[in-house]
DNA sequence: GCCGTTTTCGGCCCGACTGTTTTCAGTCG
């Protein structure tokens, strides 16, 4: 079992144990766990071997036995067991607005209920109004979150949420009363899905400013709306979130609500250590609960509530609690990728097989758009659905862009398309011969249809890193966000693989697929493996795609230099001869 | 369950809100 997988069991019981009613704080140490493992940079395998895993600091003697366990066997009793004991509805129903361990648990012991459809029929039927700690606006609000599950999805995708907060933050930060405003949360932080969108204004008075909020067109409808708070439902099912505070209060307020909580609880325990206080209203010169502006010391930016804990600013993508206090303490912060880095993209379709435009189109869109290169890797003969190509049409493709690049060189345009394949990584091999890959200059390679077994897949991709032509591994787990689960894959054997073939790892940069996640690039960093940010292009517009995906390579801890597409053409070249050679 | 030159036991982040309560537990972010 890989590193992810382990994490995952040890979240799934952190869960298990709350529903049992456990000391919370032991839940919290398995959850943490697993949040370790998941920001490991060395190979699992490896610390258990060495027996280093118990040196980690979260992993103590009960998670490396239990680590151990799930590593070489790939089971663990103690999980089997916990589960046994808990029907699988309960996990369920912690979703349900309102819902958490300790009612869930009431209602499991007293009315016996174990699903979400129990539960909606114990509240039709008036029974949970009954119980101790519930009433008629309990059994009300449970039933209304029930019933907007159902028509609403939780999270989004963060495409979604960029379209719909945009514009919202245009008109905040355009009204007259606001003096700061910015979007905070999860959205802020670069996550690939949000469950909601927070918008944080500092102004003298709020009253207009919640109005105006909650009567814009396009809101489905109005949550909550009080004196400096909001919550409205926007089309799409969107919820969004706004705060209004004094502007003395904006810097610890946006730290606070651009979170993540684990940060915060990092970031708070700092403050104690140094005799101060910090909570969403500033940083005081106390222990003591105090919003006593006498006693708050200055923090007019986050930048001087970081300094005061004795921090370097940390990026919002990056305060996860994944390394960012000991590399701010160190002043290690990497200086993060821009998107304005980025000079082209090295897998886009056309419509040779799947893709929108012809070979003239794109290289005229992209570059209008500025952009330096563009390579064409339509799909190979085996994703036939895809109207993949086959080698007499690659040949031909060949000669057509050596014609558009011509047609450029000649009006003066120093903009190229590159020539490519995304190849398909088959169960016999890849989908092309050598001698053709070796005639193209940027080889992506791809599984598209993953087999059932772990080892089988992972060995497929290993073996593809290994050929001299391929390049890069595209969209590596096949993930798609809020839809389908990664492929069954050892992905850090793959990184190493890349590491050890001097093969770069896509970061695909479709707002579905956003793969390899950012969790893993820290690891493929210190395997010095180089990213390549793609948009996967089908169509002209997803050249915006590139904007998302710096976003997740920011999350993954990236400077350009470890980004293969900031690269000017001519260097590019150059990098991708290396591999060859 | 984890952690520790003030500790191997007794701590473990913070505040608001909600609905249920006569003073607070549970949930949320």
Not at 24 to 32: G, Q, S
Request: with cysteine.
């Amino acid at each position: 079992m890989d590193k992810d997988a382990v994490a995952e069991v040890l979240k799934e019981i952190g869960v298990l144990l709350e529903l049992k009613g456990e000391n919370p704080f032991k839940t919290r140490a398995y959850v943490n766990g697993a949040r370790t493992l998941e920001g490991l940079t060395e190979p699992l395998e490896t610390l258990i071997q060495e027996e280093r895993l118990g040196e980690v600091k979260g992993i103590g003697k009960a998670l490396v036995e239990k680590i151990t366990e799930l590593v070489e066997t790939g089971e663990l009793e103690y999980y089997t067991n916990l589960k046994a004991s808990i029907p699988a509805g309960l996990i369920e129903m912690l979703d349900v607005q309102g819902m958490g361990p300790k009612k869930v648990k009431a209602l499991h012991d007293k009315l016996g209920i174990e699903s979400i459809e129990a539960l909606e029929a114990a509240c039709e039927a008036g029974q949970v109004a009954e119980l101790d700690g519930f009433g008629k606006k309990s059994e009300e609000k449970i039933l209304e979150s029930i019933a907007f599950k159902r028509q609403h999805a939780s999270h989004h995708h963060r495409h979604k949420m960029l379209i719909a907060a945009e514009p919202i933050l245009d008109d905040l930060r355009s009204h007259p009363d606001v003096i700061r405003c910015d979007i905070a949360g999860s959205l802020r932080r670069g996550k690939e899905v949000s469950g909601d969108i927070d918008f944080l204004v500092s102004a003298k008075d709020s009253a207009d400013i919640i109005e105006a909020f909650t009567t814009r067109d396009g809101i489905l409808s109005v949550l909550a709306a009080g004196g400096t708070k909001a919550s409205v439902l926007l089309e799409g099912g969107i919820q969004a979130d706004l705060r209004v505070v004094e502007d003395s209060e904006f810097a610890s307020a946006l730290a606070y609500f651009t979170g993540s909580k684990e940060h915060n609880i990092v970031m708070r325990q700092r403050a104690i250590d140094r005799g101060l206080r910090l909570n969403e209203y500033g940083l005081f010169k106390s222990t003591e609960e105090t919003r006593d502006p006498e006693l708050r010391l200055d923090c007019k930016t986050e930048e001087d509530i970081f300094a005061a804990l004795d921090l370097t600013y940390v990026p919002p993508e990056l305060r996860e609690d994944r390394g960012e206090f000991d590399a701010a303490e160190n002043g290690d912060i990497p200086r993060l990728i821009e998107w304005t880095d980025l000079k082209g993209s090295l897998h886009n379709h056309s419509n040779w097989s799947d893709g929108h435009e012809s070979l003239e189109e794109i290289a005229e869109h992209m570059s209008g758009l500025g952009l330096a290169y563009w390579a064409v890797t339509d799909h190979s003969k085996a994703s036939f659905q895809a109207n993949g190509l086959d080698e007499a049409r690659v040949e031909k493709q060949l000669k057509e862009i050596a014609a558009v690049n011509q047609k450029l060189k000649d009006a003066g345009n120093s903009f190229r398309l590159l020539s490519g394949i995304e190849v398909d990584v088959l169960k016999k091999g890849l989908d092309f011969e050598d001698d053709l890959l070796a005639q193209l200059e940027v080889v992506v390679a791809s599984l598209h249809v993953a087999g059932s077994d772990e080892k089988d897949n992972t060995k497929r991709l290993i073996a593809a890193a290994e050929n001299p032509h391929v390049h890069m591994l595209g969209h590596l787990s096949g993930r798609l966000l809020l839809e389908r689960a990664p492929q069954k894959l050892n992905q850090q054997a793959v990184i190493d693989a890349c590491a050890e073939t001097g093969t770069w790892i896509e970061l695909n940069a479709n707002p579905y697929r956003l793969d390899l996640d950012w969790r893993h690039w820290q690891y493929a960093k210190s395997r010095g493996v180089k990213c390549v940010i793609n948009c996967d292009a089908h169509r002209a517009e997803h050249a915006g795609f590139l904007r998302i995906g710096t976003a997740i390579a920011r999350k993954g801890w990236l400077a350009k230099e470890d980004v293969v597409n900031t690269l000017p053409l001519k260097q590019l070249k150059k990098q991708l001869a290396k591999k060859r050679n």
